[in-house]
């Protein structure tokens, strides 16, 4: 019954697409059989007749051209016209005829400019209803795709419909967290605060790096945070959250993602703990063998035995590279877990340049070391930590660089601080590789894949220690032409 509704009724077919040529052919010829009976069979004048087959003409007209648009009310309007003629040549007589003729053309053309209005509306109709149909099916597939993308990522999600105001997630945050969200807005965030741990205490609902970004309108990125699952598993989370705006720059989303670190931490604090406990055990006998090869440096000397002392004294060098070796492993172990402590005090910047120099000068004859412009300059800074970064910065200028090359350290006030340098004219740095040379572990390898001996952390530990002090570190230097490292600190006061 509905179906046949529907199928009859032109306002259920608006949008439909589809328009028929034959109901509008049959459904006329219908009608009008049944009023040429109604004419011909009943008592009725010839004008209530006239009245009862023109307005049954205009009433199909406008009831095919609304249901099947400018086809169905142009057919109907010819049936109409045949009919017409129909009747013409049977009942009118012969003068009369022409103008019956006349008439019936005049009513066809007005009928047929009917048909024309309402099939064009109606089509117009359809069209528009199509299109926003289609625009509505594009945009839910688009919706499902990203969903089911959303889905299969391998990464944590959690989607903030600002105008909804509710929370939808992924499979992988449902693993990982055990919990399923989408209920109502307001406790679904009193969950996630009651779980997100910052120094073991639970979140304020403000706090939380969504309703930040919530807020903000801004991205928002979370060092680690701890998260205490229902089970009572503690996992440790990076999460960051991103605002989405649509085309007029409102916002509609916020975007969290959430990666699961705890494993990592953990592999993280064991490596840690091994390096800090290996290094501290290499330093005991380390410092016990340095004393004993010094001890028989001095007796191979007292003795004259001029080949023992010079192996003795390589192996007292290769004994302070293990040292040191050991020493910076340490210290990039602190460095990472942040217990790398210091100790400001004020002093001299250009004495300790001095004593750094001298030092190298005893030991190293094969360079020239120069210190340049040393004018006294009040620095406050850790000078045990100072002296290190020297260190290894000269140390790199002398292995970096040939036999006999000079090396220059300069030291002068720039900007509030003091800026100290140290250049060679060894091998340079290539311009891409400027920048890495600070990183953790990173060695330059050179044309045959060598590289020269090193861990890759003295620059590392160097940059850390000159942050801490709020200064910068920084290279020039040019291939095969020499490099120039320069650091800054504060002064004093
Ligand atoms: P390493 O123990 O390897 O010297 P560093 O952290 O001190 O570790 O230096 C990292 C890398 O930077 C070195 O392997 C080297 O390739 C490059 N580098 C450091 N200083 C110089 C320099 N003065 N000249 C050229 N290259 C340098």
Redesign the pocket.
Known sequence: MNEALAFFNPMRRLGFGKNSIFLPILGSILVLTLVELIATHTQISPNSASAIIISSSILLVVYFSFRDGIRGGILSAGIVFLYYTYVIFTRVKMPQREAGIQSAIFLTGMYIAIGLIIGWLKQSIDQLILKEKNARLLVEEERLRLKNILEHLPIAIRIVDVKEKKIEWNKKLEELLKKKFGGNFESDVRYIAEHELRNGHTLNVNDLILMKSLKSKKKINASEIEYLRDDKKKLLLKINASPIFNKNRQLTSVVSVLSDVTLEREMQERKNTFINMASHELRTPLTSMKLYLNLLFKRSQEINNNSLSTLISNLILQTERLQQLASDLLDASRIQTGKLHFEKQEFLLNELIFEVGSLFEEVRHDKKIIVKNAKPILVNADRFRIYQVLT?LIT??I??SDKGDKIIIQSKRIDGAAEVSVK?F????EEGKKNK?FDRL???KDGHDR??P???????ISKEIIKKHKGKIWVESQKGKG?T?RFTIPLSG
């Open positions: 290894n790199n200028a292995k970096y060679d060894g091998i340079g740095i040379v990173y060695q330059i590289t020269y090193g861990l890759g952390m003295g620059l590392f490099s490292f």
